[in-house]
């Protein structure tokens, strides 16, 4: 029978570069710590030193998913990207974090229609930390006008309000106080 070689078994050839590393801050123990972010590298003297740096380096394009052939920045004229970010899918541009222009996948191309509350903002499709669509009042927090169903420049007939909104395959007046409701695809134009 051969011999077991006690090499395999040594802790500190085979430990992680990380392990053998001190905290550049107080010179203790680094140890894996796990947050609601991930895995990270946290000083073992916590709370006396703070350190802590990630496991997992990032590339600043690591992001990206897609190059969007075709398409240019309105600001910097570098191709527009498809990116995951913290609340899912978007378009950005590819020359980040020199320019920061960003666009929602689900913007419409159409004209936003004027607040009708403050005449002068226009009505634009926000999301929420939750991934919920509503529409705001680009004026906020001037103007706190808020939807959640998407608006449409008509005017309603009855009450005379500068919007209304789509809801459910209808044309609904948002006021509270108007119960206007009409088939989307009759009356006005």
Same mark, same amino acid.
């Given at each position: 029978?051969?011999?077991i070689?006690?090499?395999?078994?040594?802790v500190?050839?085979?430990?992680?570069e990380?392990e053998?590393?001190?905290?550049?801050q107080?010179?203790a123990?680094? !140890?894996?710590?796990?947050?609601?972010?991930g895995?990270?590298?946290?000083?073992?003297?916590?709370?006396?030193?703070?350190?802590?740096?990630p496991?997992?380096?990032? !590339?600043?394009?690591q992001?990206?998913?897609?190059i969007? !052939?075709?398409?240019?920045?309105?600001?910097?004229?570098?191709?527009?990207?498809l990116?995951?970010?913290?609340?899912?899918?978007?378009?950005?541009?590819?020359h980040y974090?020199e320019?920061?222009?960003?666009?929602?996948?689900?913007?419409?191309?159409?004209? !936003?229609?004027?607040?009708?509350?403050c005449?002068?903002?226009?009505l634009?499709?926000?999301?929420?930390?939750?991934?919920?669509?509503?529409?705001?009042?680009n004026?906020?927090?001037?103007?706190?006008?808020?939807s959640?169903d998407?608006?449409?420049a008509?005017?309603?007939?009855?009450?005379?309000?500068?919007?209304?909104?789509?809801?459910?395959?209808?044309?609904?007046?948002?006021?509270?106080?108007?119960?206007?409701?009409?088939?989307?695809g009759?009356?006005?134009?």
């Open positions: 029978m051969s011999k070689d006690p090499s395999l078994f040594s500190k050839a085979l430990a992680p990380w053998q590393t001190p905290c550049p107080c010179h123990a680094l !140890e894996m710590r796990h947050g609601k972010h895995t990270f590298l946290g000083c073992s003297a916590y709370p006396a030193c703070d350190y802590l740096r496991l997992k380096v990032i !590339e600043p394009d992001d990206i998913e897609k969007l !052939e075709g398409s240019e920045c309105p600001l910097c004229h570098h191709p527009l990207a990116k995951k970010g913290r609340y899912g899918l978007f378009i950005g541009c590819s974090p320019c920061h222009h960003i666009a929602d996948l689900n913007e419409a191309q159409t004209e !936003e229609p004027q607040c009708p509350i005449h002068q903002g226009q634009v499709a926000r999301t929420s930390r939750y991934g919920k669509r509503f529409y705001a009042c004026h906020y927090p001037k103007c706190r006008f808020i959640n998407k608006p449409v008509r005017t309603c007939p009855d009450c005379g309000f500068s919007i209304l909104v789509e809801r459910k395959g209808q044309w609904h007046c948002p006021k509270k106080s108007c119960d206007y409701q009409q088939p989307m009759t009356g006005q134009s």
